[in-house]
């Protein structure tokens, strides 16, 4: 019985995966078009470089694009929501965003890869902090 729960919420997840995939592809490229930003080749470029870091198979590569697709979604809506000044609270919820991207990449990770990438965001973490101190 679990084994089947786990079957049919692992497809329900996939289509909504692929639904928001597809409905934030198709904005990001409207958006996009509009600004002159090649947002795909940017795209593109990341998710191959985890890709190659992380040895990604297409599927986790397939997630990882929604990933960032939602991620640019909600970090976008917040900075909009709040321009011109981010106060403490808004920081806060930028990270509680960026620390629910990161948990769900770790989640499609196996073991081996989520060591890396947890040693990867680690280095990231430590080099943002020092660019803070200057």
């Keep these: 019985m679990n084994r089947t ?3 049919v919420l692992a497809a329900v997840l996939s ?3 692929a639904g928001v995939a597809t409905g934030s592809v ?7 078009a509009s600004n002159g930003i090649d947002l795909q080749a940017a795209d593109r470029r990341f998710v191959e470089q ?5 040895d990604l198979n297409g599927e986790q590569a397939t997630l990882l694009r929604a990933i960032l697709h939602q991620l640019r979604d909600d970090e976008t809506d917040i ?3 709040n321009l011109p000044n981010l106060p403490v609270e808004v920081q806060g919820e930028l990270g509680g965003v960026r620390r629910r991207a990161d948990n769900r990449i770790e989640f499609m990770l196996d073991a081996k890869q989520r060591a ?3 040693q990867y965001r680690s280095t990231k973490r430590s080099d ?3 660019q803070d101190k200057r």
Excluded: G, I, K
């Excluded at 985890?50 to 992380?54: I, M, Q």
């Design 5 to 7: 729960f786990a079957w």
């Design 15 to 17: 289509a909504a995966v």
């Design 26 to 32: 198709l904005c990001q490229q409207v958006a996009a």
């Design 50 to 54: 985890y890709v190659r870091e992380f």
């Design 79 to 81: 900075y909009r929501r």
């Design 116 to 118: 890396r990438y947890e």
């Design 128 to 130: 943002t902090e020092a």
